[in-house]
């Protein structure tokens, strides 16, 4: 694809994103903020890196004093954790057995996957719903699975897999700005 042309579908695809639930997932936050609840986010690939930036931005510019802070955790970030469930246990579960082992109900569980029907998302995503958390997901294309396994769930419109990433980034900064007010 010529750089002009994507930089072109890109900015085309922007404004078919969908405000309202944007801030619904800011007043969830904000919420879980308030009331000292866990924030856990996951994603691969891609999205496993647009969870940990965001994760950063949120924990490092949020903080006010006589506030409160976030809690706000990236089960991506964990390595370790993250390779031992998938060679023990499964890939399947990297993300909804420490779900289990750390959330609690009124946390959020917070997932992105650009195709929605990456099966550690669901599964956590499902893990998540047992324990009463809420779940809010990012996704494109059609949405997949994880559209109807979300509380609120946003669906990039776009079959490009680095359009999806690149529209969850702008949703993500635009969630951050909201939460620095």
Do not use: W
Request: glycine share 10%; proline share 4%.
């Amino acid at each position: 694809m010529e750089i002009g042309s994507y930089f072109q579908g890109v900015a085309e695809l922007l404004p078919q994103l969908p405000a309202k639930p944007v801030e619904e997932i800011v007043a969830v936050l904000r919420q879980a903020q308030l009331k000292g609840k866990r924030i856990f986010m996951f994603g691969n690939g891609g999205s496993a890196a647009n969870a940990s930036h965001i994760v950063n931005d949120i924990l490092k510019s949020t903080a006010r004093e006589g506030s409160p802070r976030f809690k706000m955790f990236c089960l991506s970030d964990n390595v370790p954790t993250l390779t031992a469930y998938a060679n023990d246990v499964g890939y399947e579960v990297v993300y909804a057995e420490p779900l289990a082992a750390l959330a609690e109900a009124g946390d959020v569980a917070f997932g992105l996957s650009g195709s929605g029907n990456s099966p550690n998302i669901l599964c956590a995503m499902q893990t998540a719903r047992r324990m009463g958390l809420t779940r809010i997901g990012l996704t494109g294309r059609d949405g997949g699975q994880l559209k109807d396994n979300c509380d609120i769930c946003i669906v990039v419109p776009t079959q490009s897999m680095q359009m999806i990433e690149d529209a969850h980034l702008v949703i993500l900064h635009a969630i951050f700005l909201a939460l620095c007010e």
